[in-house]
């Protein structure tokens, strides 16, 4: 009797089909509620857009926000919230931003920023600790806090960049440039230091002439290799530069 009455059905004892009716009724009010329950838990309550600067409150729990200018927006106090209540963005412009209130604390599990920048297409998903922080929990904004994506990086030349290193693939492709060590003349070596020393292994170095073109046929070759420099020898062609003259070279390098 009462499966029938919890499925909506007046029970009558003639009708003897009235459970089979039942279950699939019950089915479906149980999959609607887990469908609410869902979506109370990954849905937002609403949608409200971002254009100029401003200061939320603890309405702001539970919403997708997003940016439809580059302008700042200050966080509710996290305390305003109730432990594991969370804030959503989006943006849809460059120079977005998201500050904390007061002396709230931002965790990002590397490091403790007062404000996070989105650029046109980035996310964020704050959640509050109820007291006096912030956890960064999903978004795209996560990337620059992540150590995988934070490698060292010296873009002068000499320079070198290290490539993000992934599960399964410990060690960092690194790349590095710059310019070799001018030999004092023609067939001559000449030893050129890294930027930074590779830390497991050289692949290749790749040397192109820099010096002004000439009659001469030059060729560089890479005559040794280590961790920490490389040897390139300058081979002339026809006519032999003078041993005072010198050339420059440009190189590249790939190693782990």
Known sequence: MAVLVAAGITPDRTQNNQLAQAIPLLAKAMGDARYGLISNLLGASSIP???????LTASAAGRHHVFSAGVPVTLPAASSLTAGQA???QSLFAGASIVRAGTDVITTGNGTPTSISLNSGDTLTLMSNGTNGWYTVDGSTQLQFAANMRQATSLTIPGYRVFPAYPGDPTPLILQMGYAASPTGANTNATTTFATAFPNAVLGVMVSDY??????????????????????????????????????????????
């Open 49 to 55: 857009p971002i254009s100029v600067a401003t200061t």
């Open 211 to 256: 010096a002004t073109l000439s009659n001469n046929a030059v060729m560089w070759t890479v005559s040794g290799l280590t961790l920490s420099n490389f040897t390139a020898f300058w081979g002339a062609g026809a006519t032999t530069p003078g041993t005072t003259n010198s050339r420059q070279a440009f190189y590249i390098a790939l190693g782990r």
């Open 87 to 89: 804030i959503s963005f």
